[in-house]
């Protein structure tokens, strides 16, 4: 069999999205590293903890939103975390939402257009194809 073959322009387009995806997954571990609510470590915390929005017969398809809410007296942060799949900025309607902020790594991070997520005062806004970490404040 022959293998396709990958040069000149190709070769550096795939060059740096790789460099991209690298950073961005560095990203994502440090997050889960800042903040223990990331790494629950017994079925009973994640039970009590976790919650997805977005369910129900209104939900919005490509759009998958979770709160894990911090224990109390620890060292957690309770966030939002949303998975975008659409090719669309998405909102989702969340009492208080502007009780959260867009994470500190998202915010100066590699990619860009996640700046553009905001907690609003009563909803999250979120870009196409984006998985989006917001935190209380």
Avoid: C
């Avoid at 590699?110 to 404040?137: C, G, Y």
């Amino acid at each position: 069999r022959s293998r396709p073959r990958v040069g000149g322009r190709q070769l550096q387009v795939w060059i740096r999205d790789s460099a991209y995806s690298a950073d961005v997954f560095k990203e994502f571990v440090n997050i889960r590293m800042t903040n223990p609510v990331f790494r629950l470590s017994s079925q009973a915390e994640i039970i009590k903890q976790v919650h997805f929005l977005n369910t129900g017969i209104n939900q919005k398809d490509g759009l998958i939103a979770m709160q894990i809410d911090a224990a109390p007296d620890t060292s957690q942060q309770s966030v939002v975390v949303f998975f975008n799949a659409n090719e669309s900025e998405q909102s989702l309607s969340f009492n208080h939402a502007n009780s959260y902020k867009l994470h500190p790594v998202q915010q100066t991070g590699v990619d860009k257009k996640l700046q553009q997520a905001k907690a609003e005062s009563n909803r999250f806004v979120i870009p196409a194809l984006s998985t989006v970490v917001f935190v209380k404040k």
